[in-house]
């Protein structure tokens, strides 16, 4: 990517990225294949991966920045207002595409959001010379450092 893109990308507040998603992948394909190390993936949240054996090919993976800390129902209506929806398999090819993408602030995407006010997350995050993905269920506030990511309803 150019270096003029990257500093765009820096700056705004939305940005995009153009990927081209296997959608025949199982959802532990679509995870193994990024190339990341796996922290912590709950299987049960893995089989509800958002993306995986529907979808187009072709998609713009939007990303965007809240300047708070949402709690997942706040991120919900984020999702919402900008017309988005989680896509974790595009989500994670554009991990894949760009390595470097999530090197200085992780990225995710959230779906399922229960009454319990719990929400299934995928993140792609580096931690010193390690860059990873993690698959879980969270309720606890995401911190603005996070960009999250979706794609078009």
């Known amino acids: 990517m150019p270096p003029s893109a990257r500093h765009v990308e820096a700056v705004s507040k939305m940005f995009w990225r153009r990927v081209r998603v296997n959608r025949a992948l199982t959802a532990e394909q679509v995870i193994d294949d990024t190339g990341r190390v796996r922290g912590y993936v709950d299987e049960k949240v893995l089989a509800t991966m958002p993306g995986v054996g ?4 072709e998609v713009k993976v939007w990303f965007f920045d809240l300047d708070y800390d949402p709690t997942p129902k706040e991120l919900e209506s984020e999702y ?3 017309r988005l929806k989680p896509d974790a398999v595009a989500l994670a090819k554009a ?3 760009d390595p470097a993408l999530a090197d200085e602030r992780p990225n995710a995407c959230q779906w399922g959001l229960g009454e319990d006010g719990k929400a299934s997350c995928a993140v792609f995050l580096r931690l010193c ?5 993690h698959v879980h269920r969270r309720d606890d506030r995401w911190i603005r450092r996070y ?3 979706g794609v078009r309803k």
């Open 80 to 82: 919402q207002l900008r």
């Open 54 to 57: 529907n979808g187009p090919e």
């Open 95 to 97: 991990n894949k595409d």
């Open 147 to 149: 960009r999250f990511a």
């Open 129 to 133: 010379d390690w860059r990873s993905v």
